[in-house]
């Protein structure tokens, strides 16, 4: 039987944890109500505290009982993440937190499957919530006022939630259509490209496009690890730059490593490795005041990267492909590796190009199935989405 889990620290938020699950059992939906308390529950709850500690590696010794607040949260937190992924009767999970409650709770929401119902309600849902959501589909919900004790607006606040997540766990989202499912990587420089190479191949996959923001990269390499994901086109591998430069939509030092640890068919190429990105001007660090830069928007200034640091991004990345071991197709557009590297564009520049390409090829090191090839095209042309897809197409019926 699945049920809705219903989870809160119930020694400071007992009164709302009681309201919240009592709305949804009204709703005509099973709960489980689970305490991540660190003391005492005031409240009658379906799995204590003291379950929860027992799934820390280290025993409950090392989660309660601990006059350090801030090490009892980080102990329940790692308990409580190790108890959810030890449940199969989860059809969705809400949590009501402050600060210590959030972290406990979207630690375990986390390792829920994407699509699984998850709402937080929080206090801390209006802030940055990066740290909470990660690469997640978790929903947060601010709860306007803090949880200390019911009012008039938290009781609508947590019966809306109530009904949100009733209504979500009731119906869950219809299968998939039997078409496997590709990762593709597009940035709006290389919007043409990727979505040519889309239309290309929709009629025999589905076609998962992320935004390479730091996040979308994480979270297309989270589906590969996860097993969602039978290749990838990894067209705009841009978020390096971010990460070697101090940008801010940074991959992590693990990208690429989803590609070596599945070895599934992959198709890479330089899609936006002429740009870091920044916030506004005024927050550009003073070292790169000197440069040459592009106003994206008002919110978003980008930075073209020189033939120094291109050389080191296409080290970086070569250096990981040549850990693959599954069918690897790297692809060069000798003419441009965005809309702005182009000639007459703002970031043309085919000198750092050209030490870009070099780098690729020599630290890519190939063999029978990991091949760098050369194409005297644009990124966005449509002969290079064409090529791109061709290679796709032709590693994944190895």
């Known amino acids: 039987m699945k049920r809705i889990y219903v989870v809160a620290t119930a020694d400071t938020k007992g009164e709302e944890l009681a309201f ?10 099973a709960v489980v109500r689970v305490d991540i308390g660190t003391r005492a529950a005031t409240v009658r709850v379906d799995v204590a505290a003291s379950e929860v500690a027992d799934h820390h590696p ?39 937190g402050g600060g210590g409650g959030t972290s406990i709770i979207t630690a375990g929401m986390r390792t829920l499957p994407l699509g699984l119902p998850k709402i937080m309600v ?22 306007v006022t803090d949880m200390a004790g019911l009012n008039r607006l938290s009781r609508v606040v947590l019966h809306n939630a109530a009904q949100a997540i009733s209504g979500m766990a009731a119906k869950p989202a219809p299968p998939p259509d039997g078409k496997p499912s590709i990762g593709l990587t597009m940035f709006g420089v290389t919007t043409p490209c990727v979505t040519a190479i889309a239309e290309q191949l929709r009629s025999t996959y589905d076609c998962m496009v992320f935004h390479a923001t730091g996040t979308g990269g994480r ?103 040549s850990l693959c071991d599954g069918p690897v197709r790297f692809l060069i557009p000798e003419r441009g590796v965005s809309a702005l590297d182009i000639e007459g564009g703002a970031f043309f520049d085919p000198e ?39 290679a796709f197409l032709d590693i994944a019926r190895l």
């Open 20 to 29: 919240l699950a009592d709305a949804i059992t009204a709703s005509g939906a």
């Open 58 to 96: 280290a025993g409950r010794g090392t989660v309660l009982g601990i006059d350090d607040r801030g090490t009892a949260v980080a102990a329940m937190g790692a308990a409580f993440a190790r108890f959810v992924q030890s449940r199969s009767d989860i059809s969705g999970m809400i949590g009501i």
């Open 122 to 143: 929080s206090t801390l849902a209006s802030g940055d919530t990066a740290p909470y959501v990660d690469v997640s589909d978790i929903v947060m919900m601010p709860s």
């Open 219 to 321: 979270s297309m390499e989270k589906l590969a690890d996860s097993g969602l994901l039978s290749g990838v086109v990894d067209i705009t591998t841009t978020e390096v730059c971010d990460l070697l430069f101090g940008g801010v939509l940074p991959a992590t030092d693990d990208r690429f490593g989803a590609i070596a640890r599945t070895r599934l068919p992959y198709v890479g190429s330089v899609g936006a490795l002429d740009m870091v990105n920044f916030w506004a001007r005024p927050t550009v660090p003073e070292k790169y005041r000197g440069r040459l830069f592009h106003e994206h928007n008002p919110n978003v200034t980008l930075m073209r990267t020189t033939a120094q640091e291109n050389r080191a991004i296409g080290e970086w990345i070569g250096t990981r492909l």
């Open 352 to 390: 750092a190009d050209a030490a870009l390409f070099e780098a690729i090829e020599r630290t890519i090191m190939p063999n029978s199935t990991r091949r760098v090839t050369r194409l005297p095209l644009h990124i966005n042309d449509p002969e290079f989405a064409k090529a791109a897809t061709a």
